[in-house]
């Protein structure tokens, strides 16, 4: 255990709906990250929070896509109108010289 | 941009034999560090070996060690006396900066599929 926590493990939608996921990291770590690993491939970066600013986006990161860090404590990922390609685990991490990764919300889109 | 090339999608391996996953990678930075992480199915990614860039000495940590090198930007591991625990994927990956930089955005390779025969 790594001491990042995710929430739902695991989300089945139909294509269309909202789907919300939670990251809860490290509590002494002030930076936070969000990576999308589809099926056999390495985990790729989808956006970055310093605190509750977030810094950083990923061009993979879509207008359907957005995250929040309230208050420099956990965070929350929502997709709107999920496709099917938003099929994949998505990881939350939590650095501190190296990055310690939650398990993990596995998104299925019907 | 830097790129993380893991060339062998799938190796096996003997129990208690030794096994060595390559990886390449492409930058311009002097500054960086390069990691291997393991991810068994279905469980949490967890690092199994970093290796700062300005260190000449290659790291290890029990079974585990990289040939690190820099000029050819080769990261390989090697496994030794492997294990049934070690089936996993394994990824090779990159960040710029020290240890504490506050900027670690990590970018991984594609990954290689570990299996242990018995």
């Known amino acids: 255990d790594t001491g990042v926590s995710q929430n739902p493990r695991h989300k089945i939608t139909k294509r269309g709906q909202n789907v919300t996921f939670r990251c809860d990291p490290i509590?002494?770590?002030?930076?936070l990250y969000w990576y999308r690993q589809t099926l056999g491939q390495g985990p790729e970066f989808l956006t970055y929070?310093?605190?509750?600013?977030?810094?950083?986006k990923s061009r993979l990161l879509s207008d359907r896509f957005s995250a929040e860090r309230p208050k420099g404590s956990f965070s929350t990922l929502e997709i709107q109108r999920t496709e099917q390609g938003d099929s994949a685990m998505y990881l939350c991490?939590?650095?501190?010289?190296?990055?310690?990764f939650g398990p993990g919300t596995r998104l299925t889109v019907l | 941009a830097q790129t993380v090339t893991q060339s062998q999608p799938e190796m096996s391996v003997q129990e208690a034999e030794t096994v060595t996953l390559s990886c390449t990678y492409d930058?311009?930075?002097?500054?960086?560090?390069l990691f291997w992480y393991k991810q068994p199915p279905s469980r949490q990614m967890i690092l199994v070996i970093r290796?700062?860039?300005?260190?000449?000495q290659n790291a290890t940590e029990n079974r585990f060690s990289v040939n690190f090198q820099k000029a050819a930007k080769s990261f390989s591991l090697k496994i030794s006396d492997s294990q049934l625990g070690d089936a996993a994927m394994y990824f090779c990956?990159?960040?710029?900066?020290?240890?504490?930089?506050?900027?670690?955005?990590?970018?991984f390779g594609p990954g290689t599929s570990l299996s242990v025969i018995p």
């Open positions: 991490a939590s650095p501190d010289g190296e990055q310690f």
């Open positions: 509590s002494e770590h002030n930076r």
């Open positions: 290796q700062e860039a300005y260190k000449q």
């Open positions: 929070f310093q605190n509750e600013a977030q810094l950083e």
């Open positions: 990956a990159y960040r710029s900066g020290g240890l504490k930089t506050s900027y670690d955005k990590v970018i």
């Open positions: 930058t311009s930075e002097s500054d960086y560090y």
